[in-house]
């Protein structure tokens, strides 16, 4: 870009993008979306004073109303809510399943025990 400006910033491809943002010594990955490079090189333009502080109002992204930020909180929210009560219910299947592990194991014990006893009394029986 010999003289920057935003429409030209606009018109370029990811790929110049990336160049660009490179050349800048900007940190960005090919996986970023095309918007967010162009945000990240706009802001470095700005902050070295290339562009003005209001060339980063197109790139903001901003709910229209308070109602999109309520619902999309709202929703976030019951999936968050969701999402903990299905990790709470599988932390409970995981403590179900090792208590009954623990108590098949305890029975194991002592029916060896009960085994071995057995075998000692039949042992005294054979003796007399």
Do not use: C, G
Not at 20 to 34: F, G, Q, Y
Not at 57 to 62: D, F, H, L, R
Request: proline share 2%; charged share 45%; hydrophobic share 30%.
């Amino acid at each position: 870009m010999v003289e920057p400006n935003q429409t030209k910033l606009d018109e370029l491809r990811k790929d110049d993008l990336i160049l660009l943002a490179k050349h800048l010594k900007l940190e960005v990955r090919s996986s970023m979306k095309k918007r967010d490079i162009q945000r990240t090189v706009l802001e470095h333009l700005v902050n070295e004073s290339i562009f003005e502080q209001s060339a980063l109002a197109k790139y903001q992204i901003t709910p229209t109303n308070s109602d999109e930020v309520e619902t999309s909180t709202n929703v976030n929210s019951e999936e968050l809510d969701k999402v903990e009560k299905d990790r709470q219910w599988q932390r409970e299947q995981e403590d179900r399943r090792w208590q009954k592990e623990q108590e098949e194991k305890k029975l194991e014990r002592k029916k060896i025990e009960l085994e071995r006893e057995r075998e000692e009394r039949q042992i005294k029986l054979q003796q007399i």
